[in-house]
């Protein structure tokens, strides 16, 4: 009955900024946020002085990460077709300008970020009901770590602009100055940039996509234990095929071949997508699977034939 009383209810959030992608601004509307959808009020990129209502419905979200304790920060990570839809409605028109899309290789484009003035503890519920099995609730060092990594950078500023001309004394021999304060730049953008890459590859991307993840390593060990089943105590003994005799050896490849095979299949699909969204085992990944479990335990059985070879001799 709670529950379907805080369902009911709609949530007026004011927030001291608003990012929206790498476009970021503090609104002087305030966010609504309910059950069925989440409107915002935006100064499109093209006229500030035109603003463009922004409806999101709980179909066009793939996750919400929020800290909704004394610091709360909210993100949201929208479907691709979102992103264009928002992209259009703002005119977002360049991507190393201001930009949305959850595949973007930046940071700084891939998600929607609220920081909210304040949060009651009857403000949090209400997210928590309204957002259901999309919300993932993170502590506040992961919320911190993620909105420092969102802060927009614009491309066309750091890479495109005209470079400094250094000053000339009266000796005409050129300062430094401008060459270091170019230098400390290119060195920020450069950390920035790593600290990206380590974040795209690992821990961040992993959270966001943490059920995704959970399903696809228990298909690939369940496509690993269906092959490796036929080695295991066959019924007819055949010289030409590896046999797995105990229970215990049968258990140590199956825990190998699936660590083995998550690691190398989830980079091969994150190294095509940029992201974790939407893995899932294919036919192709199982044919690998198959096909490098029989070379795997042909090389144990040539291995096995040749040590007890020169063991007889």
Known sequence: LISEMVL?????????????????????????????????????VKDQNKLVTINIEPKDILRVLANLDKKPLIFLLLKADACKNIREALKMKKKKHYFLDVKSRKECQKRICLVPS???PQNAEILRVAF????????????EQIYDLSKPINDMD??????????????SEPTTKSENILEARTKALA???QMEDQLN???????IYKKEIKKFNFDVAEIVKKYLQRYYKPRKLDPKM????????????????????????????????????????????ELDIKIQIEINLQNR????????VGYSV
Do not use: W
Request: proline share 3%; hydrophobic share 30%; glycine share 2%.
């Open 132 to 143: 259901k099995n999309l919300l993932q609730e993170i502590d506040e060092d992961m919320a």
């Open 191 to 193: 950390i920035r940039n």
């Open 242 to 285: 590896y046999k797995i005799t105990t229970k215990a050896e049968y258990s140590n490849l199956a825990k190998m071949f699936s660590h083995k095979l998550r690691e190398e299949l989830s980079n091969k699909y994150f190294n095509n997508n940029y992201s974790f969204q939407g893995i899932k085992t294919t036919k192709g990944d």
């Open 8 to 44: 009911s209810e709609k949530l007026s959030l004011s927030c001291k900024s608003l990012r929206i992608g790498s476009y970021e601004f503090s609104p002087k509307f305030k966010i609504r946020i309910s059950a069925s959808n989440i409107q915002l009020v935006v100064p499109s």
């Open 201 to 207: 590859k690992n821990e961040l991307q992993k959270l």
């Open 301 to 308: 059985l040539k291995s096995a034939k040749t040590e007890f």
């Open 118 to 120: 304040f949060l009651t």
């Open 158 to 171: 750091e890479n495109e602009s005209t470079p400094v001309k250094p000053e000339i004394s009266d000796n």
